[in-house]
């Protein structure tokens, strides 16, 4: 018998929602039973979303097959499915509130525009080289982390700036053991 292993959770003022290594996704509210559901795949990240009376009552999903599922809260009933063909999916962030409009990072360093009130659902916005660590919005312009490259990109796709953050930190020299110290035989 294998031992379930968290992979992603997400904690809310109303509960906590885990998923695990299996594909199972867990919902275990603060009052009340506790419930679960499986996926068809791994989920790689959780993205909690408020609903219009104010408290969170759905999560969006990210799986490793690359389909980002929105399951509400506490039933963890999809109510609405994003099936993309560019790799697992590794970051998620809301465009607009009140509806599910995501933009969606991929493994392969695609970005995606996830709509469920356009007739395209998915439509690729652009891809960076390297897969995406993060993604969030200001204004007009896309912030997208790949490791330490930060780029800046428009929703065209054209680049604002690209850097690399890990220039900023000074590099320190290692010296071995075997250089730091000597002891003379016998000590």
């Not at 031992?3 to 003022?13: A, D, W």
Request: hydrophobic content about 40%; some cysteine.
């Amino acid at each position: 018998m294998q031992q379930r292993t968290i992979v992603r959770s997400l904690t809310t003022n109303d509960g906590t929602l885990i998923a695990m290594n299996d594909g199972s996704v867990a919902w275990k509210p603060l009052e009340g039973r506790p419930t679960r559901t499986t996926l068809d795949d791994l989920p790689t990240v959780l993205l909690a979303l408020r609903g219009p009376m104010g408290p969170v009552d759905a999560a969006a999903v990210g799986t490793a097959a690359g389909d980002v599922l929105v399951l509400t809260l506490p039933r963890l009933e999809v109510v609405a499915k994003f099936t993309l063909q560019s790799g697992g999916i590794r970051a998620i962030t809301l465009v607009e509130n009140g509806a599910f409009h995501f933009l969606v990072g991929t493994q392969h360093g695609a970005v995606w525009s996830l709509c469920d009130t356009r007739t395209e659902r998915c439509e690729h916005v652009f891809s960076i080289d390297g897969p995406v660590s993060s993604l969030h919005l200001e204004g007009e312009l896309v912030h997208v982390r790949s490791g330490w490259i930060h780029h800046v990109r428009a929703w065209d796709g054209t680049s604002h700036d690209v850097k690399n953050t890990a220039e900023a930190y000074p590099v320190r020299r290692q010296r071995r053991l075997s250089d730091t110290y000597y002891l003379p035989y016998p000590a």
